[in-house]
């Protein structure tokens, strides 16, 4: 149990929305198709904005409401699965336009379970008195998504949320526990932007695999809702924490179909689950932070309140962060 706070939060979409029935010009779907099976209604989408450009917009507006400077940080990480470059990092483009001469800066990808990463890693840098960061989780899916494949491009959407983290002596602000797993073994069942050998030294021709989406979506459903409720129950297990004890559960919001499975295996009522996949659908690093951010401007969470948050995907990876906020 660590005196981490989370001092502000921020998030930003695309302004460009694009509804269910939109969706119809490119492939064969409807809106009670796509709602009736994941309960989303729409996505933001950018329209030239890269995953940086983003990301910058949530870190200024992380640094505006709070008023620091960005000499302030010590380090700033974005959590992502789709940086514009190999390199340099998102967080080193992040770093440099807003002038965070001091900070250190690099990217994590753990796909949708990244801002929960990116918040165990913080952790362990916030030790020292007084250490102050910044991560951001951000994400420009639309790059990623084969428009006109119906079983992956109804789900995803862009956009970037993000968190200011210190080492805070306040009473009542803890990081209080948290739980990581990875299974290796099941990642071909969700794979994205996939990088050939296309050298002119390469002599195999039997590479099939491609840069958009490519998802199992049954095992995916099978590891999400099964691995998640386990990873949430062996944090709160390490807290001394009982499930009735939570205030709020903020999950990855890759389908509501998930979601509400996760409220049945923990059987707690899903109006604990808070979600936003109607508006934003899968965002993946994105969503636990601009779910946050909502739900703290709307005073839904509050100072004291034991929230969960829990993200779960690509990896396939699954990580809970138990938070006395």
């Given at each position: 149990?660590?005196?981490?706070?989370?001092?502000?939060?921020?998030?930003v979409a695309?302004?460009?929305?694009?509804?269910?029935?939109?969706?119809?010009?490119?492939?064969?779907?409807?809106?009670?198709?796509?709602?009736s099976?994941?309960?989303?209604?729409?996505?933001?989408?950018?329209?030239?904005?890269?995953?940086?450009?983003?990301?910058?917009?949530?870190?200024?507006?992380?640094?505006?409401?709070?008023?620091?400077?960005?000499?302030?940080?010590?380090?700033?990480?974005?959590?992502?699965?789709?940086?514009?470059?190999?390199?340099?990092?998102?967080?080193?483009?992040?770093?440099?336009?807003?002038?965070?001469?001091?900070?250190?800066?690099?990217?994590?990808?753990?796909?949708?379970?990244?801002?929960?990463?990116?918040?165990?890693?913080?952790?362990?840098?916030?030790?020292?008195?007084?250490?102050?960061?910044?991560?951001?989780?951000?994400?420009?899916?639309?790059?990623?998504?084969?428009?006109?494949?119906?079983?992956?491009?109804?789900?995803?959407?862009?956009?970037?949320?993000?968190?200011?983290?210190?080492?805070?002596?306040?009473?009542?602000?803890?990081?209080?526990?948290?739980?990581?797993?990875?299974?290796?073994?099941?990642?071909?069942?969700l794979?994205?932007?996939?990088?050939?050998?296309?050298?002119?030294?390469?002599?195999?021709?039997?590479?099939?695999?491609?840069?958009?989406?490519?998802?199992d979506?049954?095992?995916?459903?099978?590891?999400?809702?099964?691995?998640?409720?386990?990873?949430?129950?062996?944090?709160?297990?390490?807290?001394?924490?009982?499930?009735?004890?939570?205030?709020?559960?903020?999950?990855?919001?890759a389908?509501?179909?998930?979601?509400?499975?996760?409220?049945?295996?923990?059987?707690?009522?899903?109006?604990?689950?808070?979600?936003?996949?109607?508006?934003?659908?899968?965002?993946?690093?994105?969503?636990?932070?601009?779910?946050?951010?909502?739900?703290?401007?709307?005073g839904?969470?509050?100072?004291?309140?034991?929230?969960?948050?829990s993200?779960?995907?690509?990896?396939?990876?699954?990580?809970?962060?138990?938070?006395?906020?």
């Amino acid at each position: 149990m660590t005196n981490i706070r989370i001092v502000q939060s921020a998030h930003v979409a695309p302004e460009r929305v694009v509804p269910n029935d939109e969706l119809t010009n490119y492939m064969d779907t409807s809106d009670e198709w796509i709602k009736s099976r994941t309960g989303i209604s729409q996505r933001h989408v950018s329209t030239g904005q890269k995953t940086s450009d983003l990301c910058t917009i949530v870190a200024q507006q992380l640094l505006d409401k709070v008023g620091w400077q960005p000499k302030d940080l010590d380090f700033i990480i974005v959590a992502t699965m789709s940086p514009d470059y190999l390199t340099p990092a998102t967080a080193a483009i992040v770093q440099g336009r807003i002038g965070a001469k001091s900070a250190y800066a690099f990217d994590i990808n753990a796909a949708c379970s990244g801002f929960i990463y990116g918040l165990k890693i913080a952790e362990g840098l916030l030790q020292t008195p007084h250490a102050r960061g910044m991560l951001i989780g951000g994400e420009v899916l639309s790059k990623l998504v084969d428009w006109h494949e119906r079983s992956t491009a109804v789900l995803f959407g862009d956009g970037a949320g993000g968190v200011l983290l210190a080492n805070s002596p306040e009473q009542g602000s803890q990081f209080i526990a948290s739980d990581l797993e990875t299974l290796g073994e099941l990642g071909d069942s969700l794979t994205a932007g996939y990088q050939p050998v296309n050298s002119v030294f390469n002599t195999d021709a039997t590479d099939s695999h491609q840069q958009y989406f490519e998802m199992d979506g049954r095992a995916v459903y099978r590891f999400a809702t099964h691995s998640v409720p386990e990873s949430i129950e062996r944090a709160l297990n390490k807290a001394g924490l009982l499930v009735n004890d939570v205030d709020y559960f903020i999950l990855h919001q890759a389908n509501q179909r998930i979601i509400d499975q996760i409220a049945k295996r923990l059987d707690q009522p899903i109006n604990k689950f808070l979600s936003n996949v109607a508006e934003y659908g899968n965002t993946s690093a994105a969503s636990v932070a601009m779910l946050l951010d909502q739900e703290l401007a709307s005073g839904t969470i509050k100072r004291g309140q034991t929230i969960v948050l829990s993200g779960f995907g690509g990896g396939l990876t699954v990580g809970t962060q138990i938070i006395r906020y």
